[in-house]
């Protein structure tokens, strides 16, 4: 039976970059999460009788909720609910599904690398048909119509039994759980060699894989120990758990530092590799050597024709505007396309649905492909083992060499975690009020060639995405990048990014953050971090 339930709207129901996310308590306050699932679905047209799949990465509050988009699908019209067992689908295996099976969307129930339990984070996440999460012009209406609602739809049946594959109709709905596993592994034996990873190896090489009690333990368990043949234990803290066993499943150096200290010493294995609570990003290391996502991003795509899903070449690089420049220099001497876009993933959408890029990466730790259209955390791990496989060398070999073929950007992002709203917006505002006068002004060594509000021309549909962070380009390539991130549920995230390119291979090994010490201090002067803010230092470095 469908009910129709009266309720009233939220007004903190807006969309951030990648969906909706607040506090788990925030979530099960009456009719929260059903508000949001209506208006989502109020949202769009022609769904009727189509497919939806419905997953989340574990997390607290994951079941609930799913239960509820369940019902709440059937009373709406759709025709049948593709649902990982045991509610469980990575954010890059949510999107396979949905372009496998040729889905009208699905909902994505993640936080992503926040933390997790029953006061920390969650999310609502709509992505389209594509497989990429919903553009702007959906998430704005998805938030216009959760400031009006009034009602919403769902069926008044028993919960379905997400634990057991198989099928059942709700309210002329049919609802599927399916292995939510195998179709990405089939998708990543199709893209690189496994026969090359699998005897590089058997041959001795060690890999070491912490899934931080996230979603993609059950993938990398498969993927790597099964098919690949890594020994037993090759892959950490493999099973999903609801508060991510009490850490934070950010693949971050400060959140997994065992792993970064494990890859640093005398005994290290050949190569490790973590991802986070959803699956979509990637943290690498070689045994000695961190590579930083913006140069992880550049790496792959100078050696992606190594591995058979690329063979071909590629048809453009995109990278977000706060992503170093490294990658502008190989797209350079491939010849292809470079496009800079704003943070977010959904950017890339265009551009991948266009053919104008094969590879796109965040400096957030998100690399990705035309495969999916959301990053892809264990698809960068295994592109990495792929080229490591073919080329026969180490990381630390294959990042020396490309730095003495491209250069270096030394490079590295400072977070001011939960700052006081009001004076992470006061600083961006005094920041925008600096931009006209801050051309021609020396600091130091250091002279202001340009600074500007970086806004995005969408090169396919044409629509203008304005104040996407704050850049400071100094003369000789330098750059500081201002920006307030959208992925945190409580006061806001000031970004800090600091970049220096270094052409001489001679100075390719000084430390990053001793290379970047002045641009630091310009950055802190200029932008009054510690007097608008009052934090001597940053939350998390990366």
């Known amino acids: ?26 979530f099960q306050q009456k009719n929260y999460a059903e508000n949001f699932i209506q208006s989502i679905f109020d949202a769009l047209e022609g769904f009727s009788g189509q497919t939806l799949v419905i997953g989340g990465d574990g997390r607290y509050y994951n079941r609930e909720v799913i239960q509820i988009a369940i019902k709440m699908a059937a009373a709406n019209g759709f025709g049948r609910v593709l649902v ?42 709509y992505n389209i048909g594509n497989g990429g999460p919903a553009p702007e012009k959906v998430t704005d209406a998805i938030y216009a119509r959760s400031q009006v609602i009034d009602t919403y739809k769902i069926s008044d049946v028993a919960d379905v039994n997400l634990d057991a594959e198989g099928t059942q109709e709700i309210d002329g709905m049919t609802v599927t759980v399916i292995d939510p596993v195998a179709d990405y592994a089939a998708l990543m034996e199709s893209l690189f060699d496994f026969d090359a990873i699998r005897k590089l190896i058997a041959g001795g090489f060690r890999v070491v894989f912490d899934a931080m009690s996230a979603v993609t333990g059950p993938y990398a368990k498969e993927i790597i120990e099964k098919r690949l043949g890594a020994p037993k234990g090759s892959v950490m803290n493999f099973i999903p758990l609801p508060d991510f066993g009490g850490h934070h499943p950010d693949p971050n150096l400060v959140h997994a530092r065992a792993l970064y200290e494990t ?16 699956g979509d990003r990637n943290l690498v290391i070689g045994r000695g050597i961190f590579i930083t996502p913006s140069d992880s991003l550049a ?33 350079e001497k491939l010849g292809i396309g470079l496009y800079e876009t704003p943070t977010g993933w959904k950017f890339f959408g265009n551009l991948l649905d266009e053919g104008m890029a094969t590879i796109c990466g965040e400096e957030s730790a998100g690399t990705g492909s035309n495969h999916v259209r959301e990053k892809d955390g264990l ?43 009001d004076a992470a ?54 750059r500081v990048v201002f920006r307030l991130s959208g992925t945190g549920t409580s006061g806001a995230t000031l970004r800090v990014y600091i970049e ?35 934090r001597t230092e940053p939350s998390v470095i990366t």
């Open 84 to 125: 990982g067992r045991g509610g469980i689908l990575s954010t890059p295996a949510a999107s396979n599904v949905i372009r496998k099976y040729q889905a009208f969307g699905g909902i994505v129930l993640s936080a992503s690398h926040n933390p997790g339990g029953p006061t920390e984070d969650f999310g609502i996440k």
């Open 500 to 534: 220096r390119f270094e052409p001489d291979p001679a100075r390719h090994d000084i430390d990053t953050q001793e290379a970047l010490a002045d641009l630091i201090l310009v950055a802190d002067e200029i932008a009054g971090i510690k007097t608008r803010t009052g």
């Open 379 to 421: 698809w960068a791990v295994l592109l990495w083992l792929n080229i490591l496989a073919v080329r026969k060398e180490s990381a630390l070999d294959i990042a020396r060499d490309h730095w003495a073929t491209y250069g270096r950007n030394y490079y590295s992002r400072h977070d001011y975690e939960e700052v006081d709203s």
């Open 263 to 278: 890859m640093m010493a005398p005994d290290a294995p050949d190569f490790g590799a973590a991802s986070d609570g959803d």
């Open 1 to 26: 039976m469908i009910r129709t339930v009266t309720t009233t709207p939220y007004g903190d129901q807006k969309p951030g970059t990648s969906g909706l996310r607040k506090k788990v308590p925030v």
């Open 425 to 478: 917006n006061g600083l961006v505002a005094a920041l925008r009020d600096q931009l006209a006068t801050l051309p021609g002004k020396s600091f130091g060594a250091l002279k202001v060639a340009t600074a500007d509000d970086f806004a995005y021309n969408d090169p396919v549909d044409h629509s203008v995405s304005k104040n996407q962070g704050i850049r400071i380009l100094f003369e000789g390539g330098s």
């Open 299 to 331: 790496m792959l795509a100078a050696n992606a024709h190594l591995a058979p899903g690329y063979a071909k070449g590629l048809a453009g690089i995109a990278r977000s505007m706060p992503t170093s420049g490294a990658a502008d220099r190989v797209a």
